[in-house]
């Protein structure tokens, strides 16, 4: 299916539809549910086994690499999970969509999604510093990335402190980073060098 000139495959729509799903109830009930990570994975690993079959012969070849898919973004997700900031709805999300889309395009979206995750959080946090005290908080920010300064002393954090414990709905940054990864993975993979990459 071709969409804004791009030719899109069937794990490729199955892919955004699911993370989007998973967006919406994300952001509606704070939750992703299993009634749609699990078929979505079990969908990516017969489709990659069945696609893979029409091209190669070989059916096994793509259930194989769909269900390592799945692992691996399982692995990743889960250890290191720092504060616990992934719940296992999010972790159940991106193993489905390493399950659907496979090894090599799930670790473009975890790197897509590793990038919006830390913009929003930067966003939030910038966010939370009272407008009076931002050119000094720039400033201490400068002392500390050239001189090691504490940026914590002389400077109120408390609305900083409150913004890092504060809880991010991950469905939707895991859909913008499938989204990129779906559409920017051949640029993605010849930027980095591997120009093998079709």
Not at 97 to 106: D, S, W
Not at 143 to 160: H, K, L, Q
Request: charged fraction near 15%.
């Amino acid at each position: 299916m071709m969409i804004m000139g791009l030719e899109l495959s069937v794990q490729d729509m199955v892919a955004l539809g699911a993370t989007a799903i998973g967006a919406g109830t994300d952001l509606t009930t704070r939750k992703i549910y299993n009634w749609l990570t699990f078929p979505t994975a079990v969908i990516g690993v017969a489709l990659n086994g069945y696609l893979n079959g029409i091209y190669t012969g070989f059916h096994q070849i793509g259930a194989v690499e769909a269900f390592c898919g799945w692992m691996v973004a399982a692995a990743i997700m889960m250890f290191p999970n720092p504060g616990k900031r992934m719940h296992f709805g999010d972790v159940k999300m991106m193993a489905a969509v390493g399950a659907v889309l496979g090894i090599t395009k799930f670790l473009i979206c975890m790197f897509y999604f590793s990038l919006v995750y830390g913009l929003v959080s930067m966003f939030l946090i910038l966010k939370s510093i009272p407008k009076e005290q931002i050119k000094g908080f720039w400033l201490l920010l400068k002392s500390f990335v050239f001189a090691g300064v504490n940026i914590s002393e002389g400077f109120d954090m408390t609305e900083v402190e409150k913004a890092k414990k504060k809880l991010i709905p991950l469905g939707p940054i895991i859909f913008t980073g499938t989204l990129l990864a779906v559409f920017l993975d051949k640029w993605t993979m010849h930027f980095l060098g591997f120009a093998w990459y079709q």
